[in-house]
């Protein structure tokens, strides 16, 4: 059994994670947790002044909330059946990333699909405020599916490294479980932006992964680019890559990579699902 957490804002962003959720996880014994937020906003002193008791305001919230799950409830079971897979729903009321890390916790969360918007504009960041925290906050898995992803079978997987970092096997399961249930090749890069070659740490990294990963079909590739978030795009491109899979304790490699890059400068962050898998 596989617990997994979709947030949802019943849009149609939302609606495609779930989709794509359901179909990569389609002969997998899965519960399927929706839960839908609503934010406690800061208050602004330009508000009206009348006050409603924030318990009433909460249930009234909440209620609506709960008929629109229960819409969604009734819009799922008009997909293909699926006696896998089980569907449960919650509303909640609070701080979105406190909501999502309780939720983890309480229901012991493998991994989280949701749905990435990235804003628009010259400055704009790649995904959703919403989707940066949750990948950078919660010590949760998590598999960002941009909004004009569609479902297609994931048979080449990349994975961006700096190998400066040591593999856990643990980590390494979810990604071979992932490769594995779908048969899938997995792509190893490495740019090498300083022209220098790999330091003993790092060829010890590399050669786990080989080890790790020597049943499953992998090959290794070096680009000589000074911006990571270019030499990505190229790799997704050459490699014609259906997802990327990263290790969150790279912090820095996450964000440079997934949560900076400018919407129009690349455009893999809108077409390539992330799975950032935690330790």
């Not at 080449?156 to 643990?170: H, M, S, V």
């Not at 980590?171 to 899938?184: N, P």
Request: hydrophobic share 40%; glycine share 4%; with cysteine.
């Amino acid at each position: 059994m596989k617990n997994i957490l979709i947030p949802t804002d019943f849009s149609e962003n939302a609606w495609n994670a779930l989709i794509y959720g359901v179909s990569l996880f389609n002969k997998v014994k899965c519960t399927f947790y929706l839960i839908h937020v609503n934010a406690i906003k800061p208050y602004s002193g330009n508000e009206p002044t009348m006050f409603i008791p924030p318990e009433i305001l909460e249930e009234s919230i909440l209620t609506e909330s709960r008929k629109k799950l229960k819409s969604l409830l009734e819009k799922i079971q008009k997909l293909p059946s699926n006696n896998k897979h089980t569907f449960l729903t919650k509303a909640v009321y609070g701080f979105f990333t406190d909501s999502i890390k309780k939720e983890v916790l309480n229901n012991k969360i493998e991994l989280i699909i949701m749905g990435t918007k990235g804003a628009s504009g010259t400055k704009a960041i790649s995904i959703g405020s919403n989707t940066g925290n949750v990948i950078t906050k919660v010590p949760c898995a998590v598999l960002a599916i941009p909004e004009k992803t569609k479902y297609h079978y994931p048979k080449e997987i990349g994975f961006p490294t700096d190998f400066l970092l040591g593999y856990d096997a643990e980590i390494m399961k979810k990604i071979k479980d992932i490769i594995l249930l779908h048969h899938s090749a997995i792509r190893f890069l490495y740019v090498a932006s300083k022209g220098n070659g790999l330091s003993l740490d790092q060829l010890k990294n590399r050669e786990f992964l080989k080890e790790y990963f020597k049943n499953i079909a992998y090959s290794f590739h070096i680009l000589k680019e000074k911006k990571l978030d270019i030499a990505v795009q190229h790799f997704v491109e050459t490699c014609n890559l259906d997802m990327i899979v990263m290790v969150a304790k790279n912090l820095n490699f996450i964000q440079r990579i997934l949560i900076r890059p400018k919407v129009e400068k690349i455009s893999y962050h809108t077409t390539v699902p992330f799975l950032v898998i935690h330790e």
